[in-house]
């Protein structure tokens, strides 16, 4: 069973051409899924139809094994992974992460318990008493990612993470994600129009273009056959 399956996913906005136009993709439990394409292919629309940003004209939107077309963003269980704009400057790294689960009120020792493990994940540890703008954009992504992890998140979707980053920091934090990602093993769709992420970070890659879906294929595969 996939984790994330979209069938036959149509959007309309107006009554122009749609933006998403009978794409079906199926993300496998813990891979790691790029969406590339040019500007205004249809890439955010897609990704924000999985997470429930977006109403969707027709097809089905499969999670796990529940059809989710209706369902809030909320009720889905996703993660989207934010850059360091999403993190609150004012509090700690430690509350950074944990604040999903006091919303959620959970008790102290629960959350103190889901923090830890996950910091020690992101090997954060050491940095629980930080303010975000005192880590460096590396660590910064580890502790979005934690928060999105303490959740227990079926997967995480980024949309674009690194696009206004300099190239430095972007190659880093493109080994960063994939390096977590693996580690963690979860489920990830990932959108970029930067060619190189695409072919460094994905188990596949599905290629969009004008809303259609033009290739799903490994980057080797896409390598090849380009
Ligand atoms: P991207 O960087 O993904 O290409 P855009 O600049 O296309 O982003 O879109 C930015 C925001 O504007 C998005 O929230 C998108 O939904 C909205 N948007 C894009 N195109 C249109 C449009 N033709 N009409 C109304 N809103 C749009
Ligand atoms: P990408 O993420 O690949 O840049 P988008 O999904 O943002 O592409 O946009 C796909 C197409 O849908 C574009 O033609 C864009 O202008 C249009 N679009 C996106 N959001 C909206 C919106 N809210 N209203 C109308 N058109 C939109």
Not at 213 to 225: G, I, T, V
């Amino acid at each position: 069973m996939a984790a994330i399956s979209m069938k036959n996913i149509v959007k309309r906005y107006g009554d122009g051409f749609p933006a998403v136009n009978d794409v079906s993709i199926d993300v496998a439990d813990g891979e790691f899924m790029i969406l590339v394409g040019p500007s205004g292919c249809g890439k955010s629309t897609l990704l924000r139809m999985v997470v429930g940003l977006e109403d969707i004209t027709s097809g089905d939107m499969i999670i796990g094994d529940r059809r989710v077309n209706d369902l809030a963003p909320r009720d889905r269980n996703l993660a989207m992974v934010f850059q360091n704009y999403a993190l609150y400057p004012h509090l700690s790294v430690y509350e950074n992460i944990a604040f999903p689960l006091r919303l959620a009120g959970e008790k102290d020792e629960e959350v103190d318990r889901k923090v830890r493990q996950a910091s020690a994940t992101l090997e954060l540890d050491e940095h629980l008493d930080r303010k975000p703008g005192n880590l460096s954009g590396g660590q910064r992504q580890r502790v979005a990612m934690g928060r999105a992890i303490v959740r227990d998140a079926d997967a995480f979707l980024f949309d674009e993470p690194l696009s206004n980053l300099d190239a430095k920091l972007r190659g880093q934090m493109r080994t960063e994600i994939a390096r977590l990602q693996k580690r963690l093993g979860i489920t990830t769709i990932y959108v970029t129009h930067d060619q190189t992420e695409a072919m460094t970070l994905g188990d596949r890659v599905a290629v969009l273009k004008r809303g259609v879906l033009q290739q799903l294929a490994s980057p080797r595969e896409l390598y090849e056959n380009p």
